[in-house]
């Protein structure tokens, strides 16, 4: 048996699955790129995994991300779920919070709760908001329900006051796990010890609803794996930039929700800090969808509630998620004409099955790769390294077909053009979204674009925005995988622990934050395969009364006046000015972040290798804003450090292709990103 | 116009975005549930004349009448623009001016670069209390005249030149119940509007002067153009509705008429108010800018542009005509803590018309209440009073197209969410036993109206319960022939059993009360023969209707065995067709 050392990350993406290797031993990086199976998403990996040249035998670890969780609750395909939950409430599911978040729609509705009313079932219980049983759980009732619950593939427990004392909820899934042996169960109190019950019992449902298609899921990448003989250690990217362990994952699937789309945040931070950008809009393009983050002194935000289909009409969950905005616009979105008679872009999405019309595998529809390749702005035979060979006239003809004709063209280039134009407005205004709606000018920031798209738009975007400065990274195509590899272990623990600054309050604190530390570092000794951990103190400190937090960084020891000043000073930057004597600071949770430094790439290992003067490899017409050019086609691999072009051009990767538009000035940098400056 | 689409358009952003994140502050840094998790607050940036440049996202429907912009203007009026400095902070919540309860605080800042006046940012919060007959203030139900609902604030500088007036923060102090929520807020509250106008110095930094009037001159002229166009399209026409309220809290069961004309004319659209009943004697009036303007410019709103930010713009070509005196223009004296008592009802009336000069958008009517229920008492442990003001969630009107909505809000409030049971029960001495879909709310129709909600308290300690809702009589109308909503009412079952109906009042209640309230469900759009058996099949398996409203409102008859029974069906629904 071969030693185990190499590390691999694989990212299912709705259209394409990429992957990459690291072997730590010689510090080398591989990459492979396949259309996603859906009937099997394992096959992706293992067919991007063999074209890497990696053998599931000497895999250390793998790492892997995926858009699972997030596609079945858009497209509400998750399991048939039931609610468990206290005699009277069987509707707060239904009834939320009764806001109407769109001020001014009068049709303002959400959208359907993700269990319906005759799943959603009582028993009684009562537990007081300080956690006194009131009155004891009704197993009798609970047994009773036993007969309706066999239909069901997953039930979500959650009960009222559940957050101050979990003991009916535990008691009532240990009864319902004996009961019913292939459900799958889940607590609402185990998800999240906050009150709300509308917060805690949408968290629940929405674990549970995605539940067994993760457990599944799992224990089939885990067996296909074992089959190829693999032995190492498996996680899962959470969407708060940690891996976790498959068993956690299954457990809290949940936190997976944005869990494809991180890696390439992680990576884009990456970037930041090594080239010293402060500001950074990183904007990934794929095959479904369009994402954009902000990168700020080389970190991202996080945020505590997630919102499953946006805060106007969706649901939250409760578990930690990068702040990121999407939109439906991808190489596969499906270009259409509406009743009115106006073309759409998206968001339904042809994905790799049928995909494209273009990549011939049975797609009709028109979508924005087939305009990409009318245009010239794809080559129809280096595609995937030529591996998918494009039909250019097939993809005009469903664009003449679908959308020229019934819109009264008899020319597919203008109507691609168009299709073009809206995909990118709508692009345009999730990147706005981000950044001026909440009050950043998008013009100090630096637009770095990955993606197997987002090479293709960033010129543009930067134009119609007025972002002077665009930076495409190594690898464009497979960033995300990248970022999975760069990620290093990290594990949070947080535990309420309510104190004031005095010294009692300090004694508690203190007394919290060695018992946390002492389980953080058993915790990492577990899951970090003995790299030392790090630890880093964090509270969450407000003036009491208050019900919102900010997040304070305790030093080395636990003091009062420094804890003060560090508090007082950070609501002061966010809040304008820190309160006076009159209200004290108090602490309400303590969070212990234990990280590990695992072995990961330099990025200098991408940097480029190529020296000599490079030449186009081609010329191929490229239609531009100005009409059709004869643009120059570079190989990205030939590009030197240092080498300085200008557009019109194309340059070609595996996974990925970029476009220079007129006047564009490009530059190759140490680390082999291309930094743009953006002709306005 | 020296600047290009994109500059604009990106400065408009700049300046939206600023109220939002310092909604999110207010929210963030409050003390109350009520500004917290309620929301009850608005922010804004206005002009120097104190016209609408924009508001939070999150801001009440009922603060577009401008309550930002009236509190400035009487400021101007009051010490003139000169004589308001950088630095200064003015409240004003007085009933002359705002004509809303006086709980709604207005304070706000003069934006000034190099010494010219561009505008004012300001924060109106709901405070918990400042005084009066009942806590919570506007929870009194039995006022009659102002002076009994607390203390007013007349344009008052609590800050000049950045230097805090103790003696105004002393005399707030004194004035509340709840001074160190109060107090608390109220630090949230001048916070937001500070960073709010840095945020807007910001941006007039890196702009200028001129760009940044420019651009504000251009959201004005293109929220007018937009409006415009909606308003062309109404046919030229007078169109009228009625409906009517329960009473005035006093004289119980003596209804009061809702009388509404709308006059369009292609260029401008005139609300004529003249029709409403007379000032009346209890606490449900409101001033002409809280009243009558407001509930207008709600309307106008949802008619004209609803899925644009509010700018003065939206209501340029807006006519409001109403004489003193109705309850919706009470003079300075009335009563008001209840100020948005009718609004939802007189928003409904107005867009009841709408819907006959557009018929395509016509819905059934909402819930249409705030339903203001209160509970105040003493903490058992501390004996600390405390104070919870909850209001009404009911089903919304159907359509031609679509089924009513689910429980939400009146059309007067926005983004408000309920304040959940567990955040009440850790605060307050009370538990709530049940909160649930209320069957058969909705009115029958073709498309069935939206359900309301049934929420059960079990009372544990002494505590007062405050009462204030509309629409006990007059049901959420159905249209085109569909049903009437379920009315709302709320019952009180004492110990001993005795049960007690109630719509407006003040109940003391003792360990071992119950208190159900029920609200209302939308009204149902269309005949309700006419709904697909299918549909109706389907509520019933939800439980949103019960066997019997399926037979009796929809004629739906079933086998024995629980299946449809269509020729019975068939031949019942005839019968109801007459």
Redesign the interface.
């Known amino acids: 048996m071969p030693k185990l050392r190499q590390l691999v990350a694989a990212d299912t993406g709705g259209t394409f699955t990429d992957v990459a290797v690291y072997d730590p031993a010689t510090g080398s990086l591989g990459f492979g790129k396949t259309l996603t199976t859906y009937a099997d998403l394992v096959d992706g990996v293992l067919t991007g995994l063999g074209e890497t040249g990696a053998a599931p035998d000497g895999i250390a670890l793998l790492r892997h991300g995926t858009t699972h969780v997030i596609n079945a609750f858009l497209q509400r395909r998750g399991a048939k779920t039931a609610l468990v939950t206290t ?6 599911l ?2 939320a ?5 769109v ?8 959208d359907p709760p993700l269990v ?3 799943l959603r079932f009582e028993v009684a219980e009562r537990i ?3 956690g006194q049983v009131i009155a004891p759980l009704d197993s009798a009732a609970l047994e009773a329900l036993v007969p309706a619950l066999r239909g069901v593939e997953a039930i979500a427990i959650s009960f ?2 559940a ?1 101050a004392n979990p003991a009916h909820e535990d008691q009532a899934a240990a009864f319902l796990r004996a009961a019913l042996p292939g459900a799958y169960i889940t607590t609402g109190s185990a998800l999240s010890r906050e ?4 917060e805690r019992t949408s968290t629940a449902a929405a674990n549970a609803f995605v539940g067994p298609k993760v457990a599944a899921y799992a224990a089939g990448f885990s067996a296909r794996l074992g089959e190829r003989g693999f032995t190492g250690t498996l996680a899962m990217m959470g969407s708060n930039g940690g891996a976790m362990p498959f068993p956690a994952a299954v457990q809290r699937p949940i936190s997976l929700v944005e869990s494809g789309p991180i890696g390439g945040v992680i990576a884009a931070a990456d970037y930041a800090r090594a080239l010293g950008i402060p500001r950074m809009v990183a904007f990934d393009m794929g095959g479904t969808t369009a994402k954009c983050a902000l990168v700020e002194d080389g970190g991202f935000e996080v945020q505590s509630t997630y919102w499953v289909g946006g805060y106007e009409r969706g649901f939250p969950i409760r578990t930690p998620v990068l702040d990121i905005v999407e939109v439906g616009a991808g190489g596969g979105s499906i270009a259409w004409v509406d009743p009115q008679g106006r073309l759409r872009v998206g968001p339904r999405s042809a994905g790799s099955e049928p995909g494209p019309v273009a990549f011939g595998r049975g797609g009709t529809e028109p979508t924005v790769t087939d305009a990409n390749l009318v245009l010239g702005r794809i080559g129809g035979a280096n595609f995937l390294g030529g591996k998918l060979a494009l039909d250019r006239d097939g993809a005009a003809a469903a664009i003449m077909r679908n959308l020229a004709t019934p819109l009264g063209y008899d020319n597919a280039e203008v109507v691609a053009r168009g299709v073009l134009d809206l995909a990118s407005t709508l692009m345009a205004g999730a990147i ?1 979204e981000i950044t ?4 950043h ?3 100090d920031f630096v637009l770095c674009a990955f993606g197997g798209g987002g090479p293709l738009f960033a010129g543009d975007l930067a134009r ?3 972002i002077p400065r665009v930076l495409i990274p190594p690898q464009p195509g497979n960033f995300s995988a990248l970022g999975m590899l760069l990620a290093g272990a990290r594990l949070d623990i947080s535990r309420s622990v309510v104190a004031d600054l005095s010294a009692s309050g300090i004694a508690t604190l203190a007394e919290a934050v060695a018992a946390v530390r002492a389980e953080a570092l058993s915790a990492a000794a577990a899951e970090f395969g003995g790299a030392p951990a790090t630890l880093r103190a964090q509270a969450e400190m407000r ?1 009491r ?4 937090t900010v997040l304070v960084e305790l030093g080395d020891t636990v003091e009062a006046a420094a804890i003060r000043s560090a508090f007082e000073a950070i609501y002061a930057k ?4 820190s ?1 006076g004597d ?2 004290q600071p108090e602490i309400v949770a303590l969070r212990i972040i234990a990280e590990a430094p695992t072995a990961r790439p330099a990025l200098a290992a991408l940097a480029p290798t190529a020296t000599a003067a490079p030449q186009p490899v081609a010329h191929r017409p490229l239609h531009t804003r100005q009409g059709w050019v004869e643009a120059p086609v570079w190989r990205r691999e030939h590009l030197p450090a240092g080498f300085a072009f200008a557009g019109p051009a194309i340059i070609e990767e595996y996974g990925a292709t970029m476009l220079l538009g007129s006047g564009d000035a490009a530059r190759v940098g140490a680390l082999g990103e291309i930094s743009v400056e953006i002709a306005q | 116009m020296t600047q290009d689409p ?2 604009l358009e ?1 400065i408009r ?2 300046l ?3 109220p ?2 310092i909604e999110k ?1 207010i ?5 109350s ?1 009520l500004v ?2 309620y ?1 009850d607050y608005a922010v804004g940036l206005v002009d120097p004349e104190g016209a609408l440049v924009c508001q939070s ?5 009922i603060f577009v009448a401008n309550a930002l912009g009236t509190a400035v203007r009487s400021g101007l009026a009051t010490y003139g623009a000169e004589n308001l400095h950088h630095g200064d902070a003015v409240i004003s919540n007085e009933a002359a001016t705002l004509g809303q309860h006086l709980n709604n605080v207005v304070l706000y800042t003069p934006v000034r670069a190099e010494g010219v006046l561009l505008g004012f940012f300001a924060v109106l919060v709901h405070w918990m209390d400042l005084g009066g007959m009942a806590v919570g203030s506007s929870a009194v139900t039995t006022s009659t005249d102002i002076w009994q609902e607390g203390i007013q604030y007349p344009t008052v500088k609590l800050l000049s030149r950045g230097e805090r007036q103790h003696e105004i923060f002393r005399i707030i102090s004194a004035n509340t119940r709840f001074p ?2 109060v ?2 807020d109220l ?2 509250q001048i ?2 509007c ?2 709010g106008r ?2 807007v110095l910001e941006v007039l930094r ?1 702009r200028g002067t001129t760009t940044l009037a420019e651009a504000i001159a251009t959201m004005r002229r293109q929220a007018d153009s937009q409006a415009a166009s909606v308003i062309r399209s109404i046919p030229p026409g007078r169109y009228t509705a009625e409906s009517y309220l329960d009473d005035d809290g006093i004289r119980l069961g003596q209804t009061i008429p809702v009388k509404v004309a709308i006059h369009a004319d292609g260029e401008r659209l005139t609300i004529d108010l003249s029709g409403l009943g007379a000032q009346m004697a209890g606490p449900s009036n409101a001033g002409r800018n809280g009243g009558a303007v407001a509930a207008s410019r709600i309307a106008a ?2 008619l004209l542009t ?2 644009e930010p509010v700018n003065q713009g939206d209501f340029d070509r807006l006519v409001v005509e109403a004489p003193d005196g109705t309850f919706l223009t009470a003079r300075p004296e009335a009563p008001i803590a209840g100020s948005g008592n009718t609004i939802p009802t007189v928003v409904d009336t107005i ?1 009841r018309a709408l819907g006959e000069a557009l018929p395509a958008r016509a ?1 059934a009517a909402h819930h249409g209440t705030y339903g203001v229920h209160s509970m105040a008492g003493r903490l058992p442990h501390t004996g600390e009073l405390f104070y919870n003001l909850d209001t009404a ?1 009911g089903g ?1 009107g159907a ?1 031609a197209e ?1 089924d009513g ?5 009146s ?1 007067a ?6 304040i ?4 009440q ?2 605060l307050y001495p009370y ?7 209320r069957p058969d709310s909705g009115g029958p129709g073709r498309q069935r109206g939206g359900l309301g ?1 049934v929420k ?1 308290y079990e009372i544990t300690h002494p505590c007062r319960l405050n009462l204030k809702f509309e629409r006990g009589q007059c049901p959420p109308w159905g249209l085109a022939g569909g049903g009437d909503g379920a009315t709302c009412f709320v019952e009180i079952t004492r110990k001993d059993g005795t049960v007690t109906k109630a719509l407006k009042g003040s109940f003391d209640l003792t360990p071992g009360d119950a208190v159900r309230v029920v609200s209302g469900g939308g009204g149902g759009y269309g005949p309700a023969w006419q709904r697909p058996a299918g549909a109706v099949l389907a509520d019933l ?4 209707i019960t066997p019997d409203h399926a037979a009796l409102a929809y004629g739906l008859v079933l086998n024995p065995d629980g299946t449809l029974n269509e020729a019975a069906t068939e031949g019942r629904r005839q019968e109801m067709q007459g």
């Open positions: 005699e009277g409430f069987r509707d707060v239904e009834i919070r009764g806001n109407r978040p001020p001014f729609d009068l049709s303002f509705r959400r319906p009313r005759p007081a908001a300080d009222l006051n957050y009150w709300f019950e509308y706005k001026v709606a909440r009050g000018d998008v013009r119609s925005l007025g003036y009364g208050q019900r919102h966010r809040y304008g000015r309160l009159d209200f | 994109i500059t990106i952003h700049e939206l975005s600023i939002n994140q502050n929210e963030r840094t409050a003390f549930p917290q998790e929301k996202r999150g801001s009440l429907p160190r929520l107090l608390g630090e949230a916070a937001g500070l960073l840095d945020m890196r709103k949802y609803p899925e867009l819905r969630t919304w359509t679509e909505a689910f429980p939400l809000r059309n409030h926005g983004d408000v969410p309920d959940p049971a567990e955040m029960e850790a538990r709530l036993r049940a909160k649930r879909l909600v059960d398996a939800h439980g949103y």
